[in-house]
């Protein structure tokens, strides 16, 4: 660890969680803006210290201003002030999961208990759909590529699946499958997101927070994830169960496990460096351009899952993306990978406790083809499966 691989590897990609360690902001191009404008939006967790050590919840939920979801429509609701800056708040997001024990005063800010009742939307900070395509989302706005088009990306396709490794073992634990999911299986993934977050109701997310912009947007399925309850059956903010994962999706998870498995007995290694799980929850991120995501452990899940090093299964969709890893937080001696469309990363067994995080996304490399048939926005999408 600690040294750069080279560089036309492999890419995986993820979501972006918070930046506030000094490593988590030199993933900024430009200087990071201060904690108030990060979170400068209202959280439904109390102020109290926050340990660098929580995923914290602040801005996990963004609300429409002064409207929140009932059942399947937006409706107004009392408080005016939801989603509206406060001047301090939370902390938090993906990337902040699991940092160093450090503690930050917070601002002070509502707590809101975890037994809130359904419809307490008053207390969540902002909440939109999840949304992922472009005006029109999925089924709208499909362009046919031309024929010449096609056979660009075909030939590009080719020239890249003869020219790096299909699989690599990156550390005991951690595998690579580059270019595992086919064309049609990101296809599927883009628009099975699009309407499960619009449709079934997702939540915009700002871990990170530019000013007034916000770079990534997250939805569960299986179970809810928040900083401060974990893993819990309903949101928060709706109460509303959220939806299972898709029989498609856990077959595909199935299957790069299976591939991981194929892909170790081939190199002589031994397949229990890498048990399997079957997943029951999955985190699904949204980075758009200038999303990332710190240096962070996943932690969250069962001591009993942890302790046998079930897997996380990660997808990359979308744009590349710059992903690192190592062993400690320190950015400076992590490994670097590129995370590419179609990959998929995976790591359990002595690799699952491994720090990772998203330092850029790269502009205008998502797979023609794909924008074309999803209306995808410009950004990243990824998955991660997880047994809890
Ligand atoms: O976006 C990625 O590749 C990583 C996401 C991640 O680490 C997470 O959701 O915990
Ligand atoms: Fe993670």
């Not at 969540?124 to 031309?146: H, Q, T, W």
């Not at 005991?172 to 595992?180: D, P, R």
């Amino acid at each position: 660890m600690g040294k750069w691989r080279s560089g036309l590897i492999f890419h995986l990609g993820n979501p972006t969680r918070l930046l506030r360690s000094p490593s988590h902001l030199r993933f900024s191009r430009s200087p990071p803006p201060s904690i108030n404008s990060i979170f400068s939006f209202k959280s439904f967790f109390s102020s109290k210290k926050t340990t660098m050590g929580e995923r914290s919840s602040g801005g996990r939920f963004p609300a429409r201003r002064g409207q929140a979801r009932t059942g399947s429509r937006w409706v107004p609701v009392g408080n005016s002030s939801i989603g509206q800056e406060n001047g301090g708040s939370v902390l938090t997001g993906v990337g902040e999961r699991n940092k160093s024990p450090q503690s930050v005063t917070m601002p002070q800010q509502r707590r809101v208990s975890p037994e809130r009742k359904v419809g307490d939307i008053e207390s969540v900070s902002d909440l939109r759909p999840f949304n992922i395509c472009r005006s029109g989302g999925v089924g709208r706005g499909i362009l046919k590529s031309s024929l010449l088009e096609l056979n660009r990306e075909k030939r590009k396709e080719l020239e890249r699946s003869t020219n790096v490794p299909q699989c690599q073992n990156l550390l005991s634990g951690m595998v690579l499958l580059k270019k595992y999911l086919s064309h049609e299986d990101q296809v599927k993934i883009v628009q099975t997101c699009q309407k499960l977050g619009v449709g079934v109701g997702g939540f915009y997310r700002p871990s990170y927070r530019d000013g007034a912009k916000l770079h990534l947007q997250m939805m569960c399925l299986g179970k809810n994830w928040d900083p401060e309850a974990k893993y819990v059956e309903s949101r928060p903010t709706d109460g509303a169960k959220p939806p299972e994962i898709p029989e498609e999706f856990r077959k595909l998870v199935k299957g790069a496990i299976q591939a991981s498995h194929d892909f170790l007995l081939h190199q002589n290694k031994d397949i229990n460096e890498l048990p399997k799980m079957s997943p029951d929850i999955c985190i699904v991120n949204f980075y758009n351009e200038n999303g990332r995501l710190g240096l962070h452990q996943d932690r969250d899940e069962s001591p009993e899952s942890l302790a046998k090093g079930l897997p996380v299964v990660s997808f990359s969709v979308g744009n590349s993306t710059e992903f690192l890893y190592g062993l400690g937080r320190d950015v400076d001696k992590a490994d670097k990978i590129l995370l590419e469309s179609g990959d998929v990363l995976i790591f359990g067994g002595k690799s699952r406790m491994i720090f990772h995080g998203v330092s850029t996304i790269q502009a205008n490399t998502a797979p023609k083809r794909l924008i074309d048939e999803t209306n995808l926005r410009p950004g990243r999408l990824n998955l991660t499966f997880r047994q809890h």
